[in-house]
């Protein structure tokens, strides 16, 4: 079998070389960290979580983030194992300790028989006589190979910003004013139902830390970055408190299904949430505050927030700048750059958004690479699937063929095939509202996990 090059160890890189690896193929993983740094990443492990430490939605019924979990599980992925392994309370959430995560996805790696880790650089696009290649070298990609494949390519490079959140000591949160609870007191994986830290806001004190959000300084961007776009799904707090003064109690400040045992007749205007970040429970992130105030003003804002004002962080706020290239015009169904078949892209690069997300295309990408180099024709993933909607997507589903419009996507329903979803219960009472909603979703993700059944193991299908 031809050797197989891989160029990145993040989610996607790792999950790709894992899948190669376990199809048969020898596998060459080249990361840069160990000898180039991120303006991001702190350590030199593979699949290392730079932004928040959450997965997402594990429930795979009515879910599309967790059928993606499940589906992904039920493909042998090294990611979701290890994410398993090392799981923390997150109410419905995945979440995991990331050093834990990344430091023994990187033994897996490192101890595989049919994998080399190589830490180097690579500067350009890879010589014709590596052969078949992966490159999954995700959002931080260097700018010399960014370069390389914008020459090759011919597109122009559509970018933005991803953001970071900080992570608190637990021991400096003030629990006289704080409390555990779930959104909706809900369990998930290795939850009680209280696996979130909540500080409560009143409307003066919500007023308050959105002046000094909106009022603190801020980092400067180079000349290049100054037309980079923001993904919706990873916006900075300050740019939800600039799109309106409410933005922020309807997203991830807002106090619904939460109730202060501290003060349980009064309700909260806003609440902020932190999640248990490692598995000691001593360091907490907190939930979609990510931010690009400057270290000094993030220090003074976040401790205007009550059960903060003595905080001690672990690691402030950061920003860095996301690329990734126009799959539809350049790619084709093998993921395969369409003007140098023997190049496959993989990971948020290709224009997935998420970590799972960009997990599952280095899961295809590494399953493709290891069926081509064995002389094979990799069959595609299923359309009813979240893998298949995911590759449908960036391949070929865009409205327009990704021609000025393709944006990073996140799975969700909206990709999936329509579905007729049943009318009536099981008593013969007509569905209406969020439960006709509910029944849909659940005849998606049926559907889904038969048809991956089939794709994973079709000789079963035969017989």
């Not at 493909?75 to 290890?82: N, Y």
């Not at 919500?206 to 919706?232: C, H, M, P, R, V």
Request: proline share 5%; charged share 25%; aromatic share 6%.
């Amino acid at each position: 079998m031809t050797e197989l090059h891989i160029i990145g160890a993040g989610l996607a890189g790792s999950e790709a070389a894992w899948q190669a690896a376990e199809a048969g193929a020898n596998v060459v993983l080249h990361e840069m960290r160990g000898v180039r740094e991120t303006e991001a990443h702190q350590t030199t492990n593979a699949a290392e979580l730079v932004c928040s430490n959450s997965f997402r939605s594990d429930d795979h019924e009515y879910n599309a983030v967790g059928l993606l979990h499940e589906e992904m599980r039920r493909c042998g992925s090294l990611i979701l194992r290890e994410a398993d392994a090392h799981k923390l309370p997150a109410g419905g959430a995945l979440a995991v300790d990331r050093e834990g995560f990344a430091e023994a996805v990187t033994a897996v790696l490192a101890s595989h028989p049919r994998i080399t880790i190589v830490r180097e650089e690579i500067e350009g696009l890879p010589p014709e006589e590596w052969g078949p290649t992966v490159v999954a070298t995700g959002p931080l990609t260097s700018e010399s190979l960014a370069g390389a494949i914008l020459k090759e390519t011919g597109e122009d490079a559509l970018a933005f910003f991803d953001a970071i959140a900080p992570i608190v000591y637990k021991e400096s949160i003030d629990f006289s004013k704080a409390w555990f609870q779930s959104r909706y007191d809900k369990a998930g994986p290795g939850g009680t139902g209280k696996d979130y830290i909540n500080l409560p806001l009143s409307e003066q004190q919500y007023n308050d830390l959105l002046d000094a959000i909106l009022e603190g300084e801020k980092t400067d961007f180079k000349e290049w970055e100054k037309s980079t776009q923001y993904f919706d799904g990873c916006l900075p707090i300050e740019e939800m408190a600039r799109r309106g003064r409410e933005t922020l109690r309807f997203g991830p400040m807002k106090p619904v299904g939460l109730t202060n045992p501290h003060e349980p007749d009064i309700k909260p205007h806003a609440i902020v949430q932190l999640r248990q970040d490692n598995a000691l429970g001593t360091l907490y992130n907190m939930v979609g505050f990510q931010t690009k105030l400057k270290y000094g003003a993030q220090g003074d804002v976040l401790r205007m927030i009550p059960g903060l004002e003595e905080a001690k962080f672990a690691r402030l706020g950061g920003i860095h700048r996301n690329t990734f290239i126009n799959s539809p015009q350049l790619l084709d169904t093998q993921l395969r750059l369409k003007s140098r078949p023997q190049l496959r892209f993989a990971g948020q690069i290709t224009g997935v958004e998420g970590y799972l997300e960009s997990a599952a295309i280095g899961l295809l990408a590494g399953r493709f690479a290891a069926a081509e180099a064995s002389s094979c024709e990799a069959t595609l993933p299923p359309r009813t699937t979240a893998l298949g909607a995911l590759h449908y997507h960036i391949t070929e589903g865009h409205v327009d063929g990704g021609k000025g419009s393709f944006q990073p996507m996140n799975v969700n329903f909206g990709l999936f095939p329509e579905i007729q979803g049943p009318t009536r219960d099981a008593e013969g009472k007509r569905l209406r509202g969020k439960e006709k909603g509910r029944a849909r979703k659940k005849a998606m993700t049926t559907r889904a996990l038969e048809d991956l059944a089939a794709w994973i193991n079709p000789s079963s299908e035969a017989a």
